[in-house]
């Protein structure tokens, strides 16, 4: 059973960081794409960072882009998404998800429950 499990979500004031962390269990790890994905309320979820199964590839949203790293940690099997110079307008729900590419199947999609981040200003 494949799980992700975020964390690192909570409040902070407008110019503020915060660092989201996602932790994989039940496969291997390095195999997965990884990525970020958020949902205001009201609003459909959109994409906000990834990185690839070698760390090598990180691609960003444009309204990150500057302000937001992903990167990975194979030994520990999580997936980070430090958050600096927060705006308001990136209150959301974040969801980490997984992508496993199998030969057969093709793209197997996981993701998280969410964790709530909330910028004031």
């Known amino acids: 059973q494949v799980q992700l499990v975020e964390s690192g979500g909570g409040s902070v004031q407008a110019g503020g960081s915060l660092r989201l962390s996602c932790a994989a269990s039940?496969?291997?790890?390095?195999?997965?794409?990884l990525h970020w994905s958020r949902q205001a309320p009201g609003k459909e979820r959109e994409f906000v960072a990834a990185?690839?199964?070698?760390?090598?590839?990180?691609y960003y949203a444009e309204s990150v882009e500057g302000r937001f790293t992903i990167n990975r940690d194979n030994a520990k099997n999580t997936v980070n998404l430090q958050m600096n110079s927060l705006k308001p307008e990136d209150t959301a729900v974040y969801y980490c998800?997984?992508?496993?590419?199998?030969?057969?199947?093709?793209?197997?999609?996981?993701w998280g429950q969410g964790t709530q981040v909330t910028v004031s200003s």
């Open positions: 039940g496969v291997t790890f390095s195999s997965l794409d």
């Open positions: 990185i690839s199964w070698s760390g090598k590839v990180t």
């Open positions: 998800g997984a992508i496993l590419k199998t030969p057969e199947l093709g793209e197997i999609h996981y």
